[in-house]
DNA sequence: AATATAATGATTACGCCA
DNA sequence: TGGCGTAATCATTATATT
């Protein structure tokens, strides 16, 4: 047997390579039915791949991807990347299908300047209107020295077609000293992306604009003619902008102009959410297409969360030390009574709810009833069980929970993070359940850290243990203020130990609940500190995660609904920072 | 009274195949 | 393209136990 353990307990740390030949062995194969080398794949490559803890069935995924099999598949990736179709289509065919890494790179070298004019490879001439736009913008250009203040401005601008909250909306983050030119192109770089990006269901956004659709050449495909319903797609495999040291990392992306810091933000939620809910989330939060990201490829277990933010997406770097990529890794001691049959690597995500201890019984029952290999029956019954309840083996047949100590570790939280407090272990199961995966959510903070060597200031949203408060420590950025707002006073002790615990120099302030934050206390908190430089925040899910039966109703739902609380709140974050930078 | 346990489906997405 | 099976999922609440 593969796993039946002959190597003693001296490993900590499981090599990898060396303890799984047998499955290093099935990948060649794979590899070679497939005929990579055909297709260009170097054993490098793949060893590389191996080396990361891809299993067979997603390089198996990625290759077909990659081959041209299904080609609207290689497309849609980008397109939900974000990248304008043309570009995509243009840079496929001049790189071919197979090497997704180039397109990417063509991709974002057209992008290093993101959805700016000169670069787009839209027709502005291809109609009267776009003539007439380009002569407008040409003479407002060179008039715009005239223009006394804003409000000639504002109204040049909805002369021109834009509506007065587009307007405002422009020149309240351009500020004052921009032409009219630049205001144009602000709003209708916003308008494209948002178009190309999401779709809009809000009445009061479809009401027709400046003729942006008209604009679009004849070009793009007419079974997609760019109107309301592009629903958000999950990417597959499900790893955002890229993971580290991976081929195909995405390090540019278009960000809509309205959605630029600062503050930068960062908003989380579950990626499995009912139809429509990220769409929504996504045009209130300035129309960024979210990043969908699995930690399974960070860590070993899965959380398929859904990020938008508007953090620069390049020199990513991953906490050190990165953690333990498999279920052995992670927990070696569970290899001693790992079944030969249960091929998990991976865990599924950390819910809330538990397995029984009726559940351990009757597997290790149905075990007990066979003398060494259990028939087929009795091994999908107990597989699927374990998937469902996330069990991990602890014994001889005996198939566990996990406990808090092992979801800490797992999702990069100290040891003993939840201890704190006089948290009893429901309390200690549930904030875990709600929690960050700490490595993963460090990963895309790591960019603020060359942005701000003396530190930041951080306004933390729906705080819970303090996910984010532990990226940024592991991260070594130091914290100058952290507003918390977290209505738990169990969670709220938790963070406010680990404060203490790591001896932070920034000051913690903690707040309860976000509804009852109103607007002139923020400004009054930003005026005192000198602003927030970070807006973090995941908004409940209770409404939302699949595994509620009795209401996920969505965004309208109790708990969820708080997602306009985050909204409202970095609205006037947002406001308030640029009146203050003025 | 506080805490631990156990019962309670539906909504998505995706791969397969006709 | 569409039907069908597989799979996963930051949960809630009534009931049992201490």
Redesign the pocket.
């Known amino acids: 047997m593969a796993h039946d353990s002959s190597s003693s307990d001296s490993d900590y740390y499981v090599d990898w390579n060396s303890d799984d030949d047998m499955e290093i062995d099935n990948l060649i194969q794979t590899k070679k039915s497939l005929e990579l080398v055909q297709r260009g794949f170097s054993d490098e490559m793949f060893a590389t791949l191996v080396d990361m803890g891809f299993s067979i069935d997603m390089i198996a995924?990625a290759i077909?991807e990659t081959a041209g099999s299904?080609k609207s598949?290689t497309i849609d990736h980008f397109l939900g990347m974000g990248f304008d179709e043309e570009k995509v289509i243009k840079a496929i065919q001049e790189h071919g299908e197979e090497n997704m890494v180039q397109i990417a790179n063509a991709l974002a070298d057209a992008e290093k300047q993101p959805v700016v004019k000169e670069e787009d490879d839209i027709d502005w001439s291809s109609s009267d209107d776009e003539i007439n736009y380009s002569n407008m913008l040409v003479s407002d250009d060179e008039d715009s020295n005239s223009f006394p203040g804003n409000n000639n401005k504002l109204r040049s601008l909805v002369k021109m077609g834009f509506s007065e909250l587009e307007a405002s909306l422009a020149v309240q983050r351009c500020g004052d000293n921009v032409s009219i030119a630049e205001l144009t192109d602000f709003i209708c770089a916003a308008q494209m992306a948002r178009e190309s990006s999401e779709f809009i269901t809000d009445p009061e956004e479809q009401k027709p604009r400046h003729d942006v659709k008209k604009m679009r050449s004849e070009s793009k495909r007419e079974?997609m003619p760019y109107t309301d319903d592009v629903?958000?797609?999950?990417?597959?495999p499900?790893i955002g902008f890229g993971i580290p040291n991976c081929p195909g990392l995405i390090t540019h992306r278009p960000l809509p102009y309205l959605a630029r810091g600062p503050p930068y933000f960062y908003y989380?939620?579950?990626?499995?959410?009912?139809?429509?809910v990220w769409e929504t989330m996504s045009r209130r939060l300035f129309d960024i297409a979210p990043e969908f990201m699995?930690s399974?490829y960070i860590c070993a277990?899965?959380?398929?969360?859904g990020y938008i933010h508007n953090l620069p997406i390049s020199n990513r770097f991953q906490l050190q030390p990165p953690p333990k990529f498999t279920i052995h890794e992670a927990f070696p001691l569970t290899k001693k009574w790992w079944p030969s049959w249960d091929k998990?690597t991976k865990?599924?995500?950390?819910?809330?709810?538990?397995?029984?201890?009726?559940?351990t019984k009757k597997i290790r029952l149905a075990l007990e009833a066979h003398n060494g290999e259990p028939p087929l029956s009795t091994q999908?019954h107990v597989i699927?069980q374990c998937?469902?309840w996330?069990l991990v083996w602890v014994g001889r047949n005996r198939a566990a929970p996990l406990e808090p100590d092992e979801m800490e570790n797992l999702l990069g939280f100290p040891r003993n993070h939840t201890r704190g407090g006089g948290v009893?272990?429901?309390?200690r199961y549930?904030s875990l359940?709600?929690?960050?995966q700490v490595d993963t959510v460090a990963y895309h903070l790591s960019v603020l850290k060359p942005m701000f060597p003396t530190g930041l200031n951080v306004l933390s949203l729906?705080s819970?243990i303090g996910g984010g408060e532990v990226a940024l420590h592991r991260l070594q950025i130091p914290m100058k203020i952290v507003v918390s707002l977290e209505i738990s006073e169990v969670s709220r002790n938790i963070l406010k130990d680990f404060w203490k615990q790591t001896n932070q120099k920034g000051l913690l302030i903690e707040f309860e609940d976000v509804e009852h934050l109103s607007n002139q206390q923020i400004e009054e908190l930003m005026e005192a500190f000198g602003g927030f430089d970070l807006v973090i925040g995941?908004?409940?899910?209770?409404?939302?995660?699949?595994?509620?039966?009795?209401?996920?109703s969505?965004l309208v739902g109790e708990?969820s609904a708080l997602f306009f609380e985050y909204c409202r709140i970095l609205d006037v974050v947002r406001e308030k920072t640029a009146r203050m930078r003025r």
């Open positions: 995924r077909k299904s598949n079974s629903p958000v797609s999950l990417p597959n499900m989380e939620n579950v990626a499995l959410a009912p139809k429509g699995d399974k277990a899965a959380r398929k969360r998990r865990l599924n995500c950390i819910v809330t709810s538990k397995a029984s201890a009726e559940t999908r699927s998937k469902k996330n009893n272990r429901i309390e549930k359940a709600n929690a960050f729906f819970g995941g908004s409940p899910c209770n409404n939302i995660s699949g595994l509620n039966r009795v209401s996920r969505g708990q």
